[in-house]
């Protein structure tokens, strides 16, 4: 029953039809024993659509912390008492020491990440436009840029600077939301990636699962994402932060990280898939299973206030599985 179920969606999936939200509910909530039979099917649905080649990307966190945002998951809240390191916008030179030092591990793609709910000061907005100018004078990176629910007029003079992608996560889906942030709403996010979608943008846009959401609710993300028509899904397990409201949360397991990221490949097949944050938390010895199951990316390096994997351990992995980055 499971691998008839599997290969009719593959089938489905080859000859350009969406699989349904109904569909995508069952395929999640499968038992764990057809997990195999799930990613041998990702697997080759990936190869299909993406190659052997992974494309990689690093971020630098180049204003930290004092968020008026309550997210319930997220360290830099300044609801919360978390101890992070917190400070305003770097100088455009650290910025860009960070992409060239991304570049020379292996990077294609290069994030600027600020905290806050958006970017709008004259001098925050100065330094972002040298900092790009200077990635784009050494290094070859793609440019992208993860700056909250920004105006359009900023996003605009980011795009004439350089700036290729935009990245604003949904975080989650939209009938779960209003557990895990109060201070906005998810429409204010919606309508940003919409935004960004029209000046041109690389839409980067994705959530972080194991906040306590429904097998469903991870399902009507995806249908979420596919109707945006975005380029990139981020895929982010939480790597519960001590200090927030959920640093007791453990909903995840590798075996369900592994099928949540089967099941956006199946959902959006010709798209980017790639695994951000807390991936060797959640995964643990099982992380190079990620592109069996589906993936196409991964983040190397550090993340926002956590620390990842060695770099090189990371691109042996990819070496091993007989896969090579992405090179443009």
Do not use: W
């Amino acid at each position: 029953m499971h691998r008839d179920f599997i290969l009719n969606l593959e089938k489905k999936v080859f000859t350009g039809q969406d699989i349904s939200y109904e569909e995508g509910c069952r395929l999640i909530n499968l038992s764990d024993d057809a997990l195999f039979e799930i990613i041998a099917s990702a697997e080759r649905t990936r190869r299909h659509f993406k190659g052997i080649e992974i494309n990689l990307c690093s971020i630098v966190n180049a204003k930290s912390g004092m968020c008026q945002e309550d997210c319930s998951f997220c360290s830099q809240s300044a609801f919360y008492n978390t101890d992070i390191q917190t400070y305003p916008m770097i100088e455009p030179k650290d910025i860009v020491n960070a992409a060239v030092n991304a570049a020379k591990n292996g990077a294609r793609e290069f994030s600027i990440v600020t905290s806050g709910t958006a970017v709008g000061s004259d001098e925050d907005i100065s330094i972002l436009i040298d900092a790009i100018h200077g990635i784009k004078q050494k290094t070859i990176l793609e440019r992208c840029a993860s700056l909250g629910i920004t105006k359009k007029e900023v996003l605009l003079k980011l795009k004439e600077a350089g700036l290729q992608s935009y990245h604003h996560n949904l975080e989650t889906a939209r009938s779960f939301f209003p557990n895990i942030c109060t201070t906005h709403d998810y429409e204010d996010d919606v309508n940003v990636i919409k935004t960004a979608k029209e000046l041109g943008f690389y839409i980067c846009c994705g959530g972080v699962f194991g906040l306590g959401e429904t097998k469903e609710q991870r399902v009507e993300l995806a249908v979420t994402l596919r109707e945006l028509g975005v380029d990139s899904i981020p895929i982010n397990f939480l790597n519960p932060r001590p200090g927030t409201p959920l640093e007791n949360a453990n909903h995840l397991t590798p075996i369900e990280c592994l099928k949540i990221i089967a099941l956006y490949r199946f959902m959006l097949p010709q798209k980017d898939i790639v695994i951000c944050g807390g991936r060797p938390a959640n995964l643990r010895d099982m992380q190079c299973l990620i592109f069996a199951a589906g993936a196409n990316g991964m983040m190397i390096g550090n993340y926002l206030t956590t620390m990842g994997r060695q770099v090189e351990e990371d691109l042996k992995m990819i070496r091993d599985l007989g896969l090579k980055p992405r090179i443009n």
